[in-house]
């Protein structure tokens, strides 16, 4: 779908890149630069897990997994002769996207103000820590702590306990995320009007954001919303995790209709009358009386029994690892997942995009160091021995 966009990207770690791999998978020309100094993106050393086989500089799964087809070339933006060489690269271009620390891409000339002279339809799309503005520019960035400032730790975890992050990075992945969204607005409009801009998302900013209604109550009713037990809902009821005879369920009747559902299978009808339990309000009320009386029906089965009882019927899941999460039959045998063969045999296995249509073609492995330099540059008017010149230099 995306065939006719290219991006060069300044990018390294996860939150960017996740952002474009995202365009990558839909079709985009997602030209990474890298350093060749400094190892390239610093997710191709991330471990804990390594592929067998293919280049070196690509064998670490972290990387695979954020980096698939994308190419790869190595210049050093922070000499002269780097900064002629992007500019030359950039002919042809739709965007230039960075994932730098908010006072960086201004010195790397990385900005419309220094870019739109010579090209005046360039989006330049930023993903910073704290804003490029401001007293927290040049500060790093990181998902936890957004998650801390945010207020994510408070809000997670049983009451009583230490404070907790999330268990995955969400900030970074749905900042990246956010980054392609804004950045292909910008395109649009860019081939509309023939005008390209600065388009920016910070991490500080999506997390605050992402606060959503728990934010807006506070704003407007000064409601302080902190962590509950179980993980239930701040005003639904039954929301939240209940005890089967071997171990956890979740349940989230959060519509009236699903309380009766819920009560037939059971077989606890008596409960829909109740006076106790007639609408959210009374449940709310009553919240750890029900929970004892749901937690001592659903003790009759097992969490497996009940999810075949339940499903299509009641909004319910099991609590599963992420070992079960990707092992289950719902996911391995519904295309959920995918793989790209390896030159020495061993396949990388990755989750499937989550945006589908009918002609999407798989993007192929992420790419070595470099793997797409003289490619690149040959393509930007370099001649082979200039190629040659600017890496006997340093530059490339």
Not at 50 to 69: H, K, M, Y
Not at 73 to 80: A, C, E, G, K, V
């Amino acid at each position: 779908m995306l065939n006719s966009l290219r991006i060069l990207a300044i990018e390294q770690y996860g939150a960017g890149p996740f952002g474009t791999q995202f365009l990558a998978d839909m079709g985009a020309e997602v030209i990474k630069v890298e350093t060749r100094s400094q190892g390239g993106d610093v997710g191709r050393t991330v471990g804990p897990a390594w592929l067998v086989d293919g280049d070196p500089s690509a064998r670490s799964v972290f990387f695979q997994g954020l980096n698939r087809g994308k190419k790869s070339i190595t210049l050093d933006l922070s000499r002269p002769e780097g900064q002629e060489v992007l500019l030359k690269i950039l002919t042809g271009c739709d965007a230039v996207m960075s994932n730098l620390r908010g006072d960086v891409p201004a010195k790397l000339g990385l900005t419309y103000d220094a870019l739109k002279d010579k090209f005046p339809k360039i989006v330049c799309a930023h993903l910073t820590g704290y804003g490029r503005e401001g007293e927290r520019a040049h500060w790093p960035g990181y998902d936890f702590l957004m998650q801390a400032e945010a207020g994510y730790f408070d809000l997670t975890g049983e009451p009583g306990s230490a404070p907790a992050r999330a268990g995955l990075s969400l900030v970074d992945l749905m900042t990246g995320s956010v980054l392609s969204m804004a950045l292909l607005a910008a395109v649009m409009s860019a081939r509309e009007n023939g005008r390209g801009r600065d388009v920016d998302v910070s991490l500080f900013d999506l997390a605050l954001y992402n606060l959503n209604y728990v934010g807006h109550w506070y704003l407007n009713n000064q409601i302080e919303t902190t962590r509950l037990a179980r993980s239930a809902h701040a005003s639904l009821t039954p929301c939240q995790l209940y005890r089967t005879g071997d171990g956890w369920i979740y349940l989230m009747c959060n519509k009236e209709k699903f309380w009766r559902v819920l009560c037939e299978k059971m077989g606890c009808i008596t409960w829909i009358d109740d006076a106790r339990f007639l609408t959210f309000t009374e449940r709310l009320a009553h919240r750890d009386l029900l929970t004892t009386l749901i937690d001592e029906a659903l003790s009759a089965r097992s969490t497996a029994e009940w999810m075949a009882l339940f499903q299509g019927h009641v909004p319910a899941a099991p609590i599963l690892d992420v070992k079960q999460a990707l092992d289950n039959p719902w996911v391995r045998d519904n295309g959920r997942l995918e793989l790209q063969p390896l030159p020495g045999g061993q396949p990388f296995h990755y989750i499937t995009p989550p945006i589908r249509y009918a002609d999407r073609v798989p993007p192929g492995l992420a790419p070595a160091l470099g793997q797409h330099t003289d490619e690149v540059l040959t393509r930007a008017g370099f001649s082979a021995p200039e190629i040659a010149q600017l890496r006997a230099q340093g530059v490339i």
